[in-house]
């Protein structure tokens, strides 16, 4: 294992801060997998996964099992991390721009289309590389005049020409559930049995650049401008994991989590061991635009009736919210047919909260589909 570190812009001099990614196995001698934790800095499941992944490539390493480059960001935001308001942590929005760190990544589809068309020919290997080659450089031009600038482009950096990438989030109380583009679901589907995810959403347009969607999104665009003339695979397969809730953090689901990561990269040979059993999947995928918010319609003490996992049908009774003052009792109700993945896990609601996520099988809604 190496170890390397990145020094992060300092926007105030003599404030300083770094990334620290753990690089496995030899550059070139196969897949390159990229493996980032708690870039909401805030979600410490990954955190845990990271530490379970890290001990458990320094024996495949070891051991000379590994067929390509692993590398694992076991803190993808020190910025985040760092940030506490009155005793509780703060690591999903920069506090300076009000942005959230896993936003506007960038879509670098038209400057490196443009960048490659003349030398693309009819080898889909040398076009991969062509693409990378120029993705690289459009990241090195990034400009990074803030330290939020500054990691998202190393970040990225690191991510950009990786075959493999898996971001680890967590929800605020949820069932483990994956997000991916819609034209990956062929890659990504043995990845959502080894986890046992109870949820894959597919989009191919979340909004607002989310970081896995910025790795693998750029194929497809590059796929579509190019089809008919050149052939070019999808060649990053890119996904969020969102290992349950804020809480779950134990070390019984972490290393379940990372053996199930560990198969994942078997079975795409960058680990060598023998083939594990797939497990069955346990839904089929649904369209992120079918996820449907759970608003509370006034504010007051809000009480669940139905835990996630639960399979719905429209209009059964999720929660109540209960006025203290008035009395007044509001039953919320599930808006389509479907599972409910994910509650917040306040227990006092303000009117308008988002309490819960329920995923239906239509895409009903359109715009931006990821929560703020
Ligand atoms: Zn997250």
Redo the contacts with the bound molecule.
Sequence with gaps: MQIQKHALTAATPGVSSELVSLHFGTPGSGEKVYIQAS??AD?IPGMLVAHHLRQRFEALEGAGKLRGEIVLVPVANPLGLAQTLLHVPQG?FDFYTGENY?RYYPNFARQVGDAVEAALGADPVRNVALVRAALRAAVSAMPVDTDLASLRRTLYGMACDADVVLDL???TEAVLHLYTGTPLWPQAEALARHLGAALSLLATESGDAPFDEACSQVWWLLAERFAGRYPLPLACMSA?I?LRGFSDVGHGDAARDADAIVRYLASRGVIEQAPAELPPLLREPMPLAGSMPVHATHGGVLVFLRECGAELMRGEVIAEIIDPFSGQVTALEAPVDGLLYARDNRRFATAGMRVAKVAGREALRSGKLLSA
């Design positions: 870039l909401h979600e999903r896993n989030h967590c929800d969020t969102e």
